[in-house]
């Protein structure tokens, strides 16, 4: 069973930086997707920022493009999600979530994602 756990949330001015964190256990795929999504009071679900296990590569949406970039760390079995120029319209509740076997086309699809942390919150102030 696929575990992931969000940390690194926290409260930031505006401009300001942070790394959020999904350590993960259980996984058996050498080929998967980490994606971060995020989810505003009163707004839906919203994907941001995607790695792809195979290759190392960061997806991105248009609106943190620029100035969010995941990373991995394998020997920690952990995917970061760095995040800089934070803007007041970030602030979120950010999850990690894990899927198998997946192709990007079907990134920003939460549907396709078998395992969730449980989020960390990121606020923003202006």
């Known amino acids: 069973e696929v575990q992931l756990q969000a940390s690194g949330g926290g409260l930031v001015q505006a401009g300001g930086s942070l790394r959020l964190s999904c350590a993960a256990s259980g996984i058996t795929f050498d080929d998967y997707a980490i994606g971060w999504f995020r989810q505003a009071p009163g707004k839906e679900r919203e994907g941001v920022s995607y790695?792809?296990?195979?290759?190392?590569?960061?997806y991105y949406a248009d609106s943190v493009k620029g100035r969010f970039t995941p990373s991995s760390d394998s020997a920690k079995n952990t995917v970061y999600l760095q995040m800089i120029s934070l803007k007041p319209e970030d602030t979120a509740v950010y999850y990690c979530?894990?899927?198998?076997?997946?192709?990007?086309?079907?990134?920003?699809?939460?549907?396709?994602?078998?395992?969730w942390g449980q989020g960390t919150l990121v606020t923003v102030s202006s």
């Open positions: 979530a894990y899927a198998p076997a997946i192709m990007p086309a079907f990134y920003s699809n939460p549907d396709f994602y078998t395992a």
């Open positions: 790695f792809s296990s195979s290759d190392g590569s960061g």
